[in-house]
């Protein structure tokens, strides 16, 4: 198991913009942290200004001149918004793309017709898991929740015995693997290979949703035994549409960047010589800017063309598809800005510094850090990009396997126990109807075993890879 050590200070340190002494740096770091909290929990002011003025803070509380902790801010937005940006915008668009043509009615509807009774539960997850590829949290929760009430009014199942695999899949989906916000912006703050950390995360989460989705639901639905809520079921977006894609073209399309991604890290591990043309070519067509790029304009033709959409419709699902992000996309981009004037203010560096002489694993450093920034924001994704600026140090001499591992402990302790400050709390209770008591029962509980367990396996994996 990797763990933290002094030949990691030989690492190509970032020049500091401070020379300030550790307490003095703990002290900032708490500051900074400690805004951020206060300013979106107490506040409600917008994760991008808490991220931006947290900064700042922190900056000044290290002791380092305006001008520089600005530049580290603005260098530090730009080059993740420059990483990461574009495949964000690519998968909403894909993620668009699927909700409007009918895509995801069509691949939930096939696999529903297949299940039933005591498969219905891994249908869900299923589901939840293939949908929650491209599309975000909250995009996703929308998508399945008219899918999750009628499955469970049809079928008289407990509403948790449905909800929560498709909850798990979705979380798991987001957490763990790219191109989702969180995993694509600790894969560039610790320099981790992309593919290797997609099959790494593929590994890790098909225990993980099995454990706290389908077998967890059984648990849930004796906790928390409530019908679906009798409410209007949202509409459909295939309900205004006179045909809609088929099953195998859709699965297809929601697959291929996976598959090239995939098939890149296997040509790599394989062949590892860059001098191949084979494997420069799927170095190419496996590249994240590439795949995704790929399956948006190959859906073009397999999801829009099948749905009867025009030119002028799909430059609609394309200007919709891209409005939402902008949001996440300065959430995200001033995360990477909060990383930064960490890295800067030599925050990595004394992390180091101090814990040279623990034994405490650096995978689990990792995971403790992202839970506690989780518990205090609320936010998945601001958790993740603040651990992955602490922790990018560690990386410096990791292997390329143990770089994954540890976007991947990240991205585990990032979903630790979300609670009243998370907006998917509030989004899960409205949706299914729920107490705010029934709610940490069911969707904090899940929350925390996803964490746990993921984390654990990825513990594990450090040990035999």
Do not use: C
């Amino acid at each position: 198991m990797t763990r933290l050590s002094v030949e990691m200070l030989a690492a190509d340190p970032v020049p500091p913009i401070t020379s300030a002494g550790h307490a003095q740096l703990g002290t900032a770091v708490l500051a900074g942290i400690a805004v951020i909290v206060v300013l979106i929990t107490k506040f409600k002011l917008h994760a991008f200004l808490s991220l931006t003025i947290g900064s700042l803070v922190l900056g000044a509380v290290a002791g380092a001149p305006l001008d520089k902790a600005i530049l580290s801010f603005t260098t530090g937005l730009g080059s993740t918004v420059a990483g990461v940006g574009v495949l964000i915008a690519l998968g909403a668009i894909l993620g668009k793309l699927l909700a409007d043509s009918g895509g995801a009615d069509e691949i939930v509807d096939t696999i529903l017709a297949k299940a039933g009774g005591r498969a219905m539960p891994w249908a869900m997850v299923l589901i939840a898991s293939v949908i929650g590829l491209p599309l975000f949290f909250e995009v996703g929760i929308v998508l399945l929740i008219p899918v999750v009430l009628m499955v469970a009014k049809r079928g008289n199942y407990s509403l948790m015995r449905i909800g929560i695999p498709a909850l798990a899949g979705l979380s798991v989906m987001h957490g763990l693997i790219p191109p989702h916000p969180g995993p694509l912006v600790a894969i560039d703050a610790v320099k981790a290979n992309l593919g290797v950390t997609l099959a790494l995360g593929i590994l890790v989460a098909i225990p993980t949703v099995i454990i706290a989705g389908p077998l967890f639901s059984k648990v849930a639905a004796r906790w928390v035994d409530v019908p679906a809520p009798d409410r209007m079921l949202p509409e459909r977006a295939s309900e205004q549409l006179e045909r809609r894609p088929g099953f195998g073209a859709t699965l297809a399309t929601v697959l291929l960047p996976v598959v090239l991604m995939l098939a890149k890290a296997l040509v790599d591990i394989v062949v590892d010589d860059p001098a191949n043309m084979n494997q420069r070519v799927f170095d190419i067509i496996g590249s994240p800017l590439i795949a995704l790029l790929a399956a948006v304009i190959v859906g073009f033709f397999t999801l829009g063309r099948p749905a009867g959409f025009s030119k002028e419709r799909l430059q609609q699902t394309v200007d919709k598809g891209l409005m939402p992000i902008a949001g996440i996309l300065l959430i995200v981009g001033a995360g990477g800005g909060f990383k930064q004037t960490l890295i800067d203010s030599g925050v990595g560096q004394m992390i180091l510094d101090i814990s040279k002489d623990w034994s405490i694993p650096a995978l689990l450093l990792a995971w403790l850090i992202a839970v506690a920034i989780r518990l205090a924001t609320g936010s998945a994704t601001v958790a993740t990009v603040s651990a992955a600026g602490l922790v990018a140090p560690l990386a410096a001499d990791m292997s390329t396997t143990h770089a994954s591992l540890l976007v991947l402990a990240i991205g585990a302790g990032s979903l630790f126990f979300s609670h009243v400050n998370d907006a998917g709390f509030w989004l899960v209770k409205e949706y299914f109807g729920l107490s705010v008591g029934q709610t940490v029962k069911t969707w904090s509980v899940m929350e925390t075993i996803i964490s746990v367990v993921a984390g654990g396996l990825v513990l594990l994996l450090s040990l035999v890879i």
